[in-house]
């Protein structure tokens, strides 16, 4: 027999469960213990689509939906090789924001670093169907910190985005995953008058070193 359970509407991660979900009786009292008893809000902590065993046994993905395009969080998708063009897109958007060309390098250098995760990792930020943001960090062995650690390289949103917590949530994803690989620490460079930056980086916790950074191109032989 099927126990037919009104869900109201609650956020969960990336999603809200909407409507109506049919869950077999069987897979409730393996999966929650009792079956009916404070079922409700047993559901709102664990069901999650494609993030929790109950989501196979609910009829109907329809019950189940993304966010709105309107609210704060976004999807943030790891980038492998067949999204290197919509990264490159996003990467020229941002260039022509800080009034700088992309290169033929960089777009062989997106690609690259695209399709090998040695180098380091891309994601794209995405609002329903629109890439609304990007992040890109290349990894590194410091002996200070004792092994692998990041340089997170581009972190960045659209204007019209700005403003919505979207970029917490793109850092947020970032840091998980950088600590997933084994990263140690995370290091960035940002323009000492973007305050806005500088207030995001410091709520998760990244201090200023009080060192300056330096570069010199080297021309290939």
């Avoid at 917590?165 to 600590?179: I, S």
């Avoid at 008058?193 to 990244?206: D, E, M, P, T």
């Amino acid at each position: 027999m099927d126990i037919v359970v009104q869900l109201k509407r609650i956020r969960l991660k990336n999603y809200v469960v909407v409507g109506i979900a049919r869950i077999k009786e069987d897979h409730l009292s393996s999966s929650l213990g009792s079956p009916c008893a404070g079922f409700l809000d047993r559901v709102e902590l664990l069901l999650c689509y494609d993030k929790h065993p109950l989501s196979i046994h609910c009829e109907g993905e329809t019950f189940l939906s993304r966010w709105p395009p309107n609210q704060f969080e976004g999807n943030v998708i790891s980038v492998g090789p067949h999204e290197a063009n919509r990264l490159s897109v996003l990467v020229r958007a941002f260039h022509e924001e800080s009034g700088h060309a992309v290169s033929r390098e960089h777009v062989e250098a997106i690609r690259q670093l695209c399709a090998d995760s040695t180098l380091g990792q891309a994601w794209l930020l995405a609002v329903g169907d629109r890439d609304v943001g990007y992040a890109l960090a290349y990894l590194r062995h410091s002996i200070d910190h004792g092994g692998r650690i990041s340089v997170l390289d581009d972190l960045w949103v659209t204007v019209s985005r700005r403003g919505q917590g979207l970029g917490a949530r793109l850092l947020k994803a970032v840091c998980e995953d950088l600590r997933a690989v084994g990263a140690r620490a995370v290091l960035l460079e940002v323009d000492p008058a973007n305050q806005v930056a500088i207030s995001l980086y410091s709520r998760f916790g990244f201090t200023h070193t009080g060192t300056a950074f330096y570069v010199k191109g080297l021309s290939a032989s």
